[in-house]
C-alpha cells in the first residue's frame, strides 16, 4: 500500500512540475526581451551606425552609464578610445 500510495504521489509532483518550469521560461524569455530592448533602445542613438544595435547587454549598460555621467550623446570616437 505504501509502494501504490508513493508512486501515486510521485506521478502527481510530476505533473506539477513542468508547469514550474514553463513558468520559469516565460520570466527568463521576457528578462531576454527586456535586455535587448535596452541595448536596441542605447543603440538606436547612433543611427549612423546600424551595428550597434548588435552590441551585448553589458557594453549597452556602459555605454549608458557614460551617457549619463557626460549628460550627452558620446561621439564613436569616444567609445572606440
Known amino acids: 500500500e505504501y509502494q501504490n500510495k508513493r508512486c501515486e504521489l510521485g ?21 531576454i526581451g527586456l535586455e535587448k530592448g535596452f541595448v536596441r533602445e542605447v543603440g538606436g542613438k ?14 549597452g549598460k556602459r555605454m549608458d552609464g557614460l551617457k549619463k555621467e557626460n549628460k550627452t550623446i558620446l561621439s564613436m570616437e569616444y567609445l572606440k578610445e
Open 11 to 31: 506521478e502527481e509532483n510530476g505533473k506539477g512540475g513542468g508547469g514550474i518550469r514553463g513558468e520559469g521560461d516565460v520570466v527568463e524569455k521576457g528578462h
Open 46 to 59: 547612433y543611427a549612423d551606425h546600424g551595428e550597434m544595435v548588435y552590441m551585448g547587454y553589458e557594453r
